[in-house]
C-alpha cells in the first residue's frame, strides 16, 4: 500500500488522525534532529527541539495551517528554534563572559565587614578623645556643624574649634593607622550611619 503524500499527511492529522502524525513523525523525526544537531552541535538539545516541535504540531494542528510543503515547514521550524537557542545562548555566554570579567578577582569575606569593623573602631576612638575635642568632633561630624554654628553653641572661638578639630583628626588618625586609606572613607561612613 503506498504512503500518502505529507500535504495529504497532514491534513489526515488535523482531523486527529494520530496514525498520520505517527507516519510524519517516522518520516522526518531522525533527519531533523541530525539538522538541529547540525546548528546546536548538542545532540540533546537538538531532539529536545525536534520533540518539541512535534508536540507543538499535535496539540496546535487545528489551528495550524501549511500552506506550502509540510516538509519545509517542520526544517524551517527547526531552524527558528535553533536560531532562538544559538542566540538565547549568546546572551547566556555574555553575561557569564561580564560576570568573570568584573568579578574576576578573589574575594574575601572580610572585605564585606570592613565597614563595620572600621565604623567601631572609630566610634571607640572618637570616645576616647578628651571631653571637649569629643563634643566638637560629634557636634561637627555627626550633626553636620559648620565650625561657626559650633563655636556659637559652645561659647567658643571659631580658631578653638579648627585646632580642636585638627587634634582629634591627628589622634584619630594615630589610633586608625593600620586602616591607612579607609580612614577617611571611615569617618564617611560613620557620618552618613549616625545621620
Known amino acids: 500500500m503506498k504512503t500518502p503524500d505529507e500535504n495529504t499527511?497532514?491534513?489526515?492529522?488535523?482531523?486527529g488522525d494520530e496514525k498520520a502524525f505517527e507516519l510524519l513523525f517516522n518520516?522526518?523525526?531522525s533527519s531533523l534532529c541530525l539538522f538541529a544537531q547540525h546548528y546546536l552541535n548538542?545532540?540533546?538539545?537538538?531532539?529536545?527541539?525536534?520533540q518539541e516541535l512535534f508536540v507543538n504540531l499535535w496539540s496546535k494542528r487545528k489551528k495550524l495551517n501549511i500552506d506550502n510543503?509540510?516538509?519545509?515547514?517542520?526544517?524551517?521550524?527547526?531552524?527558528?528554534?535553533?536560531?532562538?537557542?544559538?542566540?538565547?545562548?549568546?546572551?547566556?555566554?555574555?553575561h557569564a563572559q561580564f560576570v568573570k570579567e568584573n568579578f574576576s578577582?578573589?574575594?574575601?569575606?572580610?572585605?564585606?565587614?570592613?565597614?563595620?569593623?572600621?565604623?567601631?573602631?572609630?566610634e571607640a576612638s572618637i570616645e576616647s578623645l578628651p571631653e571637649k575635642r569629643k563634643q566638637i568632633f560629634k557636634l561637627s561630624r555627626e550633626q553636620g556643624l559648620k565650625y561657626k554654628e559650633i563655636?556659637?553653641?559652645?561659647?567658643?572661638?571659631?580658631?578653638t574649634v579648627e585646632t580642636q578639630?585638627?587634634?582629634?583628626l591627628k589622634q584619630l588618625r594615630e589610633k586608625l593607622k593600620d586602616y591607612k586609606d579607609y580612614f577617611i572613607i571611615g569617618l564617611h561612613l560613620l557620618k552618613k550611619k549616625l545621620h
Open 42 to 50: 548538542d545532540q540533546e538539545k537538538a531532539e529536545e527541539i525536534v
Open 9 to 15: 499527511l497532514f491534513n489526515q492529522l488535523k482531523q
Open 105 to 122: 578577582q578573589e574575594v574575601h569575606e572580610s572585605d564585606y565587614f570592613l565597614e563595620v569593623g572600621l565604623s567601631e573602631k572609630i
Open 69 to 94: 510543503s509540510v516538509k519545509n515547514y517542520l526544517f524551517r521550524s527547526v531552524r527558528n528554534q535553533c536560531l532562538n537557542q544559538i542566540q538565547h545562548r549568546k546572551i547566556k555566554d555574555k
Open 165 to 168: 578639630m585638627g587634634l582629634a
Open 151 to 159: 563655636a556659637q553653641q559652645l561659647g567658643v572661638s571659631v580658631k
Open 27 to 29: 518520516t522526518y523525526y
